[in-house]
């Protein structure tokens, strides 16, 4: 699996929008961007993942360049709910696959 | 969320003793995992299945034995717990069986354990 890059903390003021940055410069053509996020003592979550095409869901929207080597997470209007550490993670399609997570961002909150 | 149930949610432990955590899934996922989570190293896959019957070693398996004799429970032994075995433990899953091209990874809520 591609290594991935993140910041290791971010803030974002509460309502604003959160843009998590990750950069996989190594990323492989049948290779998918994940994110998840974990919350403090809470098992991780699952938010969104690509292959080359941007893609929102109710959570997040997953932004990804066109050579596929760096993508943002974009929380639309961050809550203190969404106070966590953020993950990105690349990963090939098929079977089983381990997924390996790096330290992640920790992205806090403020009111 | 995936409905993905852990237990116990906490157990404290002494060292020698066997412990068995279990991971139960309502969702006919596949494949199954067994993780732990340290300050210092993100999460390590223990264990993983792939199927009933069906498991293969992670990268930290020593001291770690598993099960699985039906879809829905994956279980976790430590044959003699060891204060290194002080962790928290994820369960995963993924994976349907008609496709199997769903990849996502669904984490449970974690056991909480401490060998003393």
């Known amino acids: 699996d591609a290594k991935t890059t993140q910041p290791p903390s971010m803030d974002c003021a509460e309502g604003r929008a959160a843009n998590l940055p990750c950069n996989h410069s190594?990323?492989?053509?049948?290779?998918?961007v994940y994110w998840y996020r974990q919350i403090h003592s809470q098992g991780p979550q699952y938010i969104i993942h690509?292959?080359?095409n941007n893609e929102t869901n109710e959570m997040a929207s997953l932004i990804i360049t066109e050579d596929r080597k760096s993508s943002t997470l974009i929380l639309p209007h961050a809550t203190l709910r969404d106070t966590a550490v953020y993950y990105c993670?690349?990963?090939?399609?098929?079977?089983?696959?381990?997924?390996?997570f790096g330290t992640g961002t920790k992205l806090q909150v403020i009111p | 969320d995936a409905g993905i149930t852990q237990s116990p949610r906490h157990k404290v432990t002494e060292t020698g003793t066997p412990v068995t955590l279990r991971c139960h899934q309502t969702e006919n996922h596949r494949y199954m995992y067994w993780y732990r989570q340290d300050p210092g190293h993100g999460l390590r896959l223990i264990h993983y299945?792939?199927?009933?019957?069906?498991?293969d070693k992670g990268e930290v398996s020593d001291g770690y034995s598993v099960s699985r004799s039906k879809t829905e429970d994956f279980l976790l032994t430590l044959e003699s717990a060891t204060s290194s075995q002080t962790s928290v433990y994820f369960c995963?899953?993924?994976?349907?069986?008609?496709?199997?091209?769903?990849?996502?990874?669904?984490f449970g809520p974690g056991t909480r354990l401490l060998v003393l």
């Open positions: 995963a899953i993924s994976g349907g069986w008609a496709s199997g091209r769903e990849e996502t990874q669904y």
């Open positions: 993670i690349v990963r090939a399609s098929g079977g089983y696959q381990k997924v390996t």
């Open positions: 190594t990323i492989s053509g049948n290779e998918y």
């Open positions: 690509g292959l080359k």
């Open positions: 299945s792939y199927g009933v019957k069906d498991t």
